[in-house]
């Protein structure tokens, strides 16, 4: 399922060090709403999905979820801390308890677009404690692909309360394919 590439998903310049942001960035890896969290969150329930299409997205946005925290691990080393650990700002382990373990189809999309929200939220504030161009665009770069996901993940559950078709399912991986390729 998984295809590794060497390069980042969006490269990662900083003008200068910041270890007090880098560790504030650390939230981004190991935090409640962080991107950690949001692949296992994904991988798991994707387990418990019959709709093929729903499974694909949720795997689709796992994968890729792994690589914004590529791209915050970039930058947190960056920003000068060499060591990263699997933990939030306050420098607390990440905790299996984050992740929601539904397995409702309708509850399930529902805690995924409310996690992608408060990512997003997340990644805002961030924005605003840096002057550092390039790691606003990053930033920025990360709060568009949430709502790429978010968008997605209300639609799914538009589609299934509607009990729509295969054909009206299969329009989810394309726009989810159609959003990758508009950022290269």
């Not at 949001?38 to 694909?56: G, K, S």
């Not at 692909?145 to 509607?162: D, F, I, M, N, P």
């Amino acid at each position: 399922m998984f295809s590794y590439q060497k390069r980042l998903l969006y490269p990662v310049y900083v003008e200068q060090k910041n270890e007090k942001l880098a560790w504030t960035l650390l939230e981004h890896i190991g935090g409640k709403d962080g991107e950690f969290t949001a692949f296992t969150r994904h991988m798991y329930q994707r387990l418990h999905v019959i709709n093929p299409y729903i499974r694909d997205l949720l795997g689709m946005i796992a994968s890729e979820e792994l690589a914004h925290m590529e791209i915050i691990a970039a930058a947190v080393r960056k920003l000068g801390l060499a060591d990263l650990p699997l933990a939030n700002s306050g420098q607390e382990p990440w905790n299996m308890e984050y992740v929601e373990k539904s397995t409702d189809i309708n509850e399930m999309l529902k805690i995924n677009e409310e996690a992608e929200i408060r990512a997003k939220r997340l990644y805002l504030r961030h924005l605003t404690l840096t002057e550092d161009t390039s790691l606003k665009k990053m930033l920025q770069f990360l709060v568009n692909r949430e709502e790429v996901h978010q968008r997605l993940l209300r639609k799914s559950g538009v589609l299934v309360t509607q009990e729509a078709n295969n054909e009206q399912f299969s329009t989810l991986i394309h726009e989810y394919k159609m959003s990758l390729r508009v950022m290269k």
